[in-house]
Structures are given as structure tokens and as C-alpha cells.
């Protein structure tokens, strides 16, 4: 068998509730800074959870010459055009004519969801006394359904709307796995090169749920907190006190490619991506098992993937969620695969300072894992304050520890119960 192809991580792009860059969002983690605060986007008064960790000041960025594709997208379609912009831009390459067949994307994107907007104007013109008039569809008189809202509201209309700005002709495909969407779509871009599908990927995950239908439905679950006075410690993974996790929002992108094309080319690597992970917990929709089965043997996985031993990992950006069964979970599973080493190996959870990202959470995560090794720094797990007794790892508190890190690796578990996991090398640890 000939040798597999390696990946390195040549860009990254982020738009996150603590900044709308990489560079912008690495330097509010280090710093300590929360992007949780009183919803602004619209009026949450009527909610149990009146708290969320939006993206601020945002100004859509693509190039001039695809302006026009704004019209076709949704908030977090933007998200995802500008991380990726970014991404592209620090790459320093990206698709032209002779090159875009070998250009891949890979998203991982949230659930097709239409504007509360659009749903409201819906309701007044066709069921405005609570049913439905179908009559009055069809009727000749009636204003035209707009096209463009229709096609806005897919669920893959961002996957189709970066292929367009950035012309890739390659391999393209969504993901839609929840929580875990953003994680498995960097594995899938990671193994599309390594098999040659490809030389380039663009891939990342993006996601919003912070709108009214969206906080609604999990304010029903009862998965939030509702610590509405004091935003900033609301989310609080792996402490005694805590008592559900912060919607929050954006994207992340990471431009993947051969490694040898790279260090041909002169790139600045972050890392080699090397493992990738999967299972199906089967357990709850909500829930891993106590035992952290599911989490178990996608981490095992991606430490095989990856050729490594788990004393290698120096890091690990946990799912964290600041909910008690999953992060009871993730302590058995990270204790069942990493065994003595599991007292050893730094953990914290981002979570805890931009909430939970839904489908973008893995890929943003991905990013951070990568900066971390490039940035020889980890980020802390904040409000961390009162440790709970069953969640005894090793964690990151209070600020950011200087660490060089051989083996970072990024945990994503989704409702559902699909699990992913990363793992990222440093690039000095990789020969040739």
C-alpha cells in the first residue's frame, strides 16, 4: 500500500461571539473575555432564558464580485462567507481555473430553519384566524411567493453559496449531524485528501439558533441556563453549579491540503490534521451513556487514525457543555481511553467563554486546537469554580496555560448521539 497523504491546516477563519476573526477571537480567549450577554436580536422578555452569545458588530465580507450572493443568504450563511474569506485569505491559495476540480468544501451546517419574519408574514396572509386557507395559495390575486426566501432557508444553501463565491468545482457535500456536524465535516475534508479526492478543502461548519423559534425549542428541552442576571458565569462546564449550556452562534473554516504541496509552496502550517473518530451513541437523543460509551470509541478511533498513543495528547477541547450527563460522560470516556494519563493531559472547554456553537461548535473548536499548537497557549475552561466531584480531570482554570502541545484533540457530541473526534499534531513533531 502506498504511503497515505498527510494534511496540513493552512488557514483559518473565524466569526464567533468573541470576535469576528481568528485573530480577534484567539485574543479574547487568552484574555479571559465572555461573549455571553442579554439577547439583542430580538425581544426575549417573554422567555424563560433571556441570555444567548451572539456574534456583535458583524459585517458581511465577501469579495465585491459576489455581493449579489448575499440576497441568497441567511444569517449564518453569512457567517460562514466570511469565515471562509478568511480562511482563503490566510491561506495564501485559493481555486483558479486549473485548479478548481482539485478544490474541495465541506460543510457542516445547522437544520433548515426559516426566518421568524417570513414564518409571521406567512401567518398573517394565509392562516390568520389560526388555520390554514389553502384557497388562499393559489389564488391569482395573491402577492407571488418569493423564490429567493424559499431557496435562502435550505439546508444546504451555504455549502452551495461557498462553492459559487470561491468557484470550487470539486467534491462538495453538507453535513447536518448536529453538534457534531462542524467536527465531521473537517474529518471527511481531512480523508477526501488523504485518498486523493483532493489536493484543497475548504471546510468548516456554521450555524444560528439564536432566534425565537430556535431559543424556544430549547427552552422547552430544558437544556439552558437560566442564570439571566449574571450572563457571563451562565456557562460553567464541568462545575457542581451549573445548570445548562448558552446558545450561541457563528462559524468556523480551516483551509486543508496535501502537506508536501504545502511545505513546497512556503505555507505557514498550524498543524497536521491526523485522526478522525466517529460513533453513534444510540443511547438518547440528548444523552451520551454515564458509561461514555459512544465518546469511548470515537476517541480510541481517532488515536488509531492518527497512529498515536493517548500519552501523547497534551490537550484535549472537551464538548463541555455545561450540561451534568454529557460532561459526566466525557470524564468516563476520557478516563476510560486515556487510563493514568487522564490525571495528565490538560482539558478545557470554550464553551464556557462563546456558549454552544450548535453545528459550528466543532470546527470552531478544531480552530482553536490549531492555534493552540501554533500558539504554543490553551485557552482555560472558565467559572470553573466548584469542580464536580464525578468531572476530576485535569483542567485548564482560571487563565490560559502555556503549554507546547504534541496532540491536541477536539471532542464534538451531537443530540442524536453522534460523536466526533479530532486529533491535530504539531508540525514539528512531522518528518519530511
Known amino acids: 500500500m502506498p504511503m497515505r497523504r498527510r494534511v496540513a491546516i493552512t488557514g483559518l477563519g473565524l466569526v464567533t461571539p468573541l470576535g469576528n476573526s481568528a485573530a480577534a477571537t484567539w485574543r479574547a480567549l487568552l484574555e479571559g473575555r465572555s461573549g455571553i450577554a442579554p439577547i439583542s436580536g430580538f425581544d426575549a422578555a417573554g422567555y424563560p432564558v433571556r441570555i444567548a452569545a451572539e456574534v456583535k458588530n458583524f459585517d458581511p465580507s465577501v469579495p465585491a464580485a459576489q455581493r449579489k450572493l448575499l440576497k441568497y443568504a441567511a444569517r449564518h450563511a453569512r457567517f460562514a462567507l466570511a469565515a471562509a474569506t478568511e480562511a482563503i485569505d490566510d491561506a495564501g491559495v485559493s481555486p483558479r481555473l486549473e485548479t478548481a476540480t482539485r478544490w474541495g468544501c465541506v460543510t457542516g451546517s445547522g437544520m433548515m430553519g426559516v426566518a421568524f419574519g417570513e414564518l409571521a408574514q406567512f401567518q398573517r396572509r394565509f392562516a390568520a384566524g389560526g388555520e390554514l386557507m389553502p384557497d388562499l395559495l393559489f389564488d391569482p390575486a395573491a402577492p407571488a411567493p418569493d ?7 435550505q439546508a444546504n444553501t451555504g455549502l452551495a453559496l461557498l462553492v ?8 462538495a457535500s453538507s453535513i447536518h449531524t448536529a453538534c457534531a456536524s462542524g467536527g465531521q465535516a473537517i474529518g471527511r475534508a481531512m480523508r477526501l485528501i488523504r485518498r486523493s479526492g483532493a489536493d484543497f478543502v475548504l471546510a468548516g461548519g456554521f450555524d444560528s439558533m439564536i432566534y425565537p423559534l430556535g431559543l424556544a425549542g430549547f427552552c422547552m428541552l430544558g437544556a439552558l441556563s437560566t442564570d439571566n442576571d449574571a450572563p457571563q458565569r451562565a456557562s460553567r462546564p464541568f462545575d457542581r453549579t451549573r445548570n445548562g449550556f448558552v446558545l450561541g452562534e457563528g462559524a468556523g473554516f480551516i483551509v486543508l491540503e496535501e502537506w508536501q504541496a504545502a511545505r513546497r509552496r512556503g505555507a505557514r502550517i498550524y498543524a497536521e490534521i491526523a485522526g478522525d473518530g466517529n460513533s453513534l451513541s444510540s443511547y438518547r437523543i440528548t444523552d451520551s451513556h454515564p458509561s461514555g460509551d459512544g465518546p469511548i470509541q470515537a476517541m480510541r478511533r481517532a488515536l488509531e487514525d ?11 477541547n472537551a464538548h463541555g457543555t455545561s450540561t451534568v450527563m454529557n460532561e459526566r460522560s466525557e470524564c468516563a470516556a476520557v478516563k476510560a481511553v486515556f487510563g493514568p494519563h487522564a490525571a495528565t493531559v490538560k482539558v ?4 464556557s467563554q462563546m456558549g454552544h456553537l450548535i453545528a459550528g461548535a466543532g470546527a470552531v473548536e478544531a480552530a482553536i486546537c490549531a492555534l493552540a499548537i501554533h500558539h504554543a497557549a490553551l485557552p482555560s475552561s472558565a467559572n470553573l469554580n466548584e469542580p464536580d466531584s464525578q468531572c476530576d480531570l485535569n ?9 507546547r502541545a504534541g496532540l491536541a484533540m477536539s471532542n464534538s457530541f451531537g443530540f442524536g448521539g453522534s460523536n466526533s473526534c479530532l486529533i491535530f499534531r504539531n ?3 512531522v518528518a519530511g
Open 348 to 351: 478545557s472547554s470554550t464553551k
Open 147 to 153: 423564490p429567493i426566501a424559499y431557496a435562502r432557508n
Open 164 to 171: 459559487q463565491c470561491f468557484g470550487i468545482r470539486g467534491c
Open 395 to 403: 483542567f485548564v482554570r482560571a487563565r490560559p496555560s502555556p503549554l
Open 306 to 316: 492518527a497512529g498515536a498513543e493517548p500519552a501523547e495528547v497534551g490537550y484535549i
Open 427 to 429: 508540525p514539528e513533531e
